[in-house]
């Protein structure tokens, strides 16, 4: 069975970066569409981003758009989340989730993807 895990969350000043991986144990991620997700406790699980299984498409939430980015590094098996110019309303549990019947157009809603980790923390504060 498909496990990811998130790496890379952590405290970070309001204007700060960060950068999240998402590996995956015993399997490669070549194949799978890979969507990113965040959630706040008491709130739904929303859509960050995905990247397809190509590489060549991604899709962002308008939130986020500009200020992040999804990129795939498949020798070595991992997806990156670019955060820049975080905001305090980007605090959250993050997420990645992983599906192979996602198709190029590979929109981050969460019922769509059947592997998920178990999350990293990003706190965002001065």
């Known amino acids: 069975q498909l496990q990811l895990v998130e790496s890379g969350g952590g405290l970070v000043q309001p204007g700060g970066s960060l950068r999240l991986s998402c590996t995956a144990s015993?399997?490669?991620?070549?194949?799978?569409?890979i969507g990113w997700f965040r959630q706040v406790p008491g709130m739904e699980r929303e859509g960050v981003g995905c990247?397809?299984?190509?590489?060549?498409?991604?899709n962002y939430a308008d939130s986020v758009k500009g200020r992040f980015a999804i990129s795939r590094d498949n020798a070595k098996s991992t997806v990156y989340l670019q955060m820049n110019n975080l905001k305090p309303e980007d605090a959250a549990e993050y997420y990645c989730?992983?599906?192979?019947?996602?198709?190029?157009?590979?929109?981050?809603?969460?019922?769509?993807?059947?592997?998920w980790g178990r999350g990293t923390q990003v706190t965002v504060s001065s």
């Open positions: 989730a992983a599906d192979t019947l996602i198709d190029d157009t590979c929109m981050a809603i969460p019922g769509l993807f059947g592997a």
């Open positions: 015993g399997f490669t991620l070549d194949g799978f569409a």
């Open positions: 990247i397809s299984r190509s590489g060549a498409n991604t």
